[in-house]
């Protein structure tokens, strides 16, 4: 099948036939096909939809593109959280060693960031020599090792979807529910994960604003996983402000050894624990995901969960001992002052999220590099009291000219009312 036929019937709004749809997204994984016809298939696909057989067909492909990992090679229950994407939203780098100290094999097949949300692969690199990219091998020998490993695309897993990830980020087809299910899908069952809570963000700085899209992208995850013997619990999770203390790649790592030190932001703290104590229950390592928070709270008491963290930036080149204690080292910071006295009553995390990318925490461009100091600093989170002048965010920059126009993003992206105000709940409904 030529690529041109297949972008023609989708953009004329025909399903695909399986067949077709597999020996295109297979060509694009060796590189067969230019990126300007896998991105006029991409924006066919987000402007046109796919249907659910289509997007079975397209995960399908996208997972055999590479190696696939056997569940039964960890002999303990393999378990793994993915996020459907959000701004601040670290807790990949917290659950994971949690999990893997309450007896999990977590093998973790992790993204960069994506359009405004950041990526957990992205922060990893902040801390020198930290390798993100394994043979099948080399991932599934860590996972067994130590327990974790948290690893990108690379050609040998799921090519198909490190090349349509990165023209998805910059070409504007990021927020589409088949596009983001078969992304997810893929990467979980070729690592070898048996099970899967999904954390689904919901609100300004998610890819799904609206709470029907977000209801509709978890039942689309949880059926197309089932298809590939994935048992998924998804759970719907506040995204209207950002999540944490900081937005940027090397201050998110950082406030991960926080939180594992046990210190750290209350809510992040909290969404963490939820995550780790729904993904021990769904693995059968504990008897609720109530009991399961509290073996993840015990790991963080204990220093388990800190120790594992550090022992994996170790077993993938990372040298955490020269990054830590870390501190903002960024040439040019801005304060985003409050223009009265009141309450902080929303920060939106998009804008906060697109002031973050422009700072050089994401890409503009596909091969764009990451400034991992690039960052925003929550100084006073949504629930706050602040005085006049006082600073509500602070934004840190190596470029001035790009530190001035962020700043007035984000000075627009604060608002401070009479309160009292408080966030929303953090956690929704489960979907499974
Ligand atoms: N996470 C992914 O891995 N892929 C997406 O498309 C969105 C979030």
């Known amino acids: 099948v030529r690529a041109q036929d297949v972008i023609a019937a989708k953009r004329d709004g025909m399903e695909i036939a399986a067949g077709d749809l597999r020996a295109f997204v297979l060509a694009v994984a060796r590189r067969e096909v230019p990126d300007y016809q896998a991105t006029a298939f991409l924006m066919a696909a987000y402007l046109r939809g796919l249907s659910r057989a289509e997007t079975v067909a397209l995960t399908g492909a996208m997972i055999d593109s590479g190696a696939r990992i056997d569940p039964a090679d960890f002999s ?12 601040g939203d670290k807790t990949s780098l917290v659950v994971a060693p949690l999990v893997a100290a309450c007896g999990a094999a977590v093998p973790m097949m992790a993204g960069r960031g994506l359009g405004f949300t950041g990526g957990t692969l992205d922060k990893l690199e902040a801390v020198p020599g930290t390798r993100v990219r394994f043979s099948p091998d080399e991932f599934r020998d860590q996972v067994r090792r130590i327990g974790l490993a948290i690893a990108g695309q690379s050609s040998e897993m799921v090519p198909a979807d490190g090349t349509l990830y990165a023209l998805r980020d910059v070409t504007a087809t990021v927020d589409s529910i088949p596009l983001i299910t078969a992304s997810i899908v ?14 689904v963000k919901i609100g300004r700085g998610a890819l799904m604003d609206g709470i029907d899209r977000g209801r509709a992208l978890a039942r689309s ?12 619990r998804a759970l719907l999770t506040d995204m209207d402000a950002p999540l ?14 926080e939180i594992l030190d046990g210190g750290g932001d209350a809510r992040l703290r909290e969404l963490c624990l939820v995550l780790a104590g729904e993904m021990l229950a ?22 388990r969960g800190r120790s594992l963290l550090e022992a994996m930036f170790v077993a993938q080149g990372g040298r955490p001992a020269e990054f830590l204690p870390w501190t903002p080292t960024a040439a040019h910071r801005a304060p985003i002052a409050a223009a009265a006295a009141g309450v902080v009553v929303a920060i939106d995390a998009r804008a906060v999220g697109e002031a973050a990318v422009f700072l050089g925490a994401g890409r503009e ?57 408080a966030p929303p709940p953090l956690v929704g409904e489960g979907i499974a």
Request: hydrophobic share 45%.
């Open 282 to 303: 769904l693995a059968g390592l504990a008897t609720s995901p109530e009991a399961g928070m509290r073996a993840a709270e015990r790991e963080i008491a204990s220093g």
């Open 244 to 257: 944490g203390r900081w937005v940027g790649n090397a201050a998110e790592v950082a406030e991960c050894f």
């Open 76 to 87: 303990r229950p393999a378990v793994d959280k993915h996020s459907t994407g959000g701004v």
């Open 221 to 232: 995850i949880v059926e197309v996983g089932s298809a590939f013997g994935l048992t998924v």
């Open 365 to 421: 461009t596909a091969g764009d590099a990451i400034d991992p100091e690039a960052s925003v600093e929550i100084v006073r989170p949504v629930g706050t009291s602040v005085q006049t002048g006082e600073p509500v965010l602070v934004a840190y920059a190596s470029d001035p000219a790009r530190l001035a126009a962020a700043s007035a993003r984000l000075a627009g992206a604060v608002r401070v009312g009479d309160g009292p105000a």
């Open 186 to 199: 893929a990467k979980k069952v070729a690592e070898g994960a048996r099970f899967l809570v999904l954390d």
